[in-house]
T-cell receptor, first 112, second 114 residues
Framework: DAKTTQPTSMDCAEGRAANLPCNHSTISGNEYVYWYRQIHSQGPQYIIHGLKNNETNEMASLIITEDRKSSTLILPHATLRDTAVYYCIVRDNGGATNKLIFGTGTLLAVQP | NAGVTQTPKFRILKIGQSMTLQCTQDMNHNYMYWYRQDPGMGLKLIYYSVGAGITDKGEVPNGYNVSRSTTEDFPLRLELAAPSQTSVYFC?????????????FGPGTRLTVL
């Protein structure tokens, strides 16, 4: 599985958009980009995923560059409850294990 | 649906003791997983199962055993607890076979070995 690089931490003001970057320069053609988040002491929670097109759901938007070497997770109106560690993971959905390889993620602190 | 449930929430073991961490899912998922998370780190895969009766090792299987006799249950067994097994343990499940394979996680079991 390809590895990802994320900033260790970021701050965001409540009500503003939070833009979380992720580099995955060695991603292969059949690997998807997944985002999960982990609120303190809880299990990780799925946010969104994509292959090459931009994606949006009720939680967030995912922007993937044309060369697929990086992506950005956008939380359009961050709230205090969005304070969490955000993990960017690349994964081949055709793999036998379906496993997720977690890095250390980005700690997003939403400030009032 | 309760989703993925784990028991116990907390446990303190003495070195050399044994215990079983329980995990149950009610979503009829075929895949189940056990991860551990050490402080300040990401999750690491211990064992996984692709269906009842089938299990396989993940990245850090030493010191653990699993079984999968039913679709719903995936217990994790620690035979001889060691301080290095102090961690938070998360169970997860997913349906693999036609969707986006989202993993659903339980609330975790916090284990301390003294």
């Amino acid at each position: 599985d390809a590895k990802t690089t994320q900033p260790t931490s970021m701050d965001c003001a409540e009500g503003r958009a939070a833009n979380l970057p992720c580099n995955h320069s060695t991603i292969s053609g059949n690997e998807y980009v997944y985002w999960y988040r982990q609120i303190h002491s809880q299990g990780p929670q799925y946010i969104i995923h994509g292959l090459k097109n931009n994606e949006t759901n009720e939680m967030a938007s995912l922007i993937i560059t044309e060369d697929r070497k990086s992506s950005t997770l956008i939380l359009p109106h961050a709230t205090l409850r969005d304070t969490a560690v955000y993990y960017c993971i690349v994964r081949d959905n055709g793999g036998a294990t379906n496993k997720l390889i977690f890095g250390t993620g980005t700690l997003l602190a939403v400030q009032p | 649906n309760a989703g993925v449930t784990q028991t116990p929430k907390f446990r303190i073991l003495k070195i050399g003791q044994s215990m079983t961490l329980q995990c149950t899912q009610d979503m009829n998922h075929n895949y189940m997983y056990w991860y551990r998370q050490d402080p300040g780190m990401g999750l690491k895969l211990i064992y996984y199962s692709v269906g009842a009766g089938i299990t396989d090792k993940g990245e850090v299987p030493n010191g653990y055993n699993v079984s999968r006799s039913t679709t719903e249950d995936f217990p994790l067994r620690l035979e001889l607890a060691a301080p290095s097994q102090t961690s938070v343990y998360f169970c997860a499940s997913s349906y693999v076979g036609g969707g986006h394979n989202e993993q659903f996680f339980g609330p975790g079991t916090r284990l301390t070995v003294l």
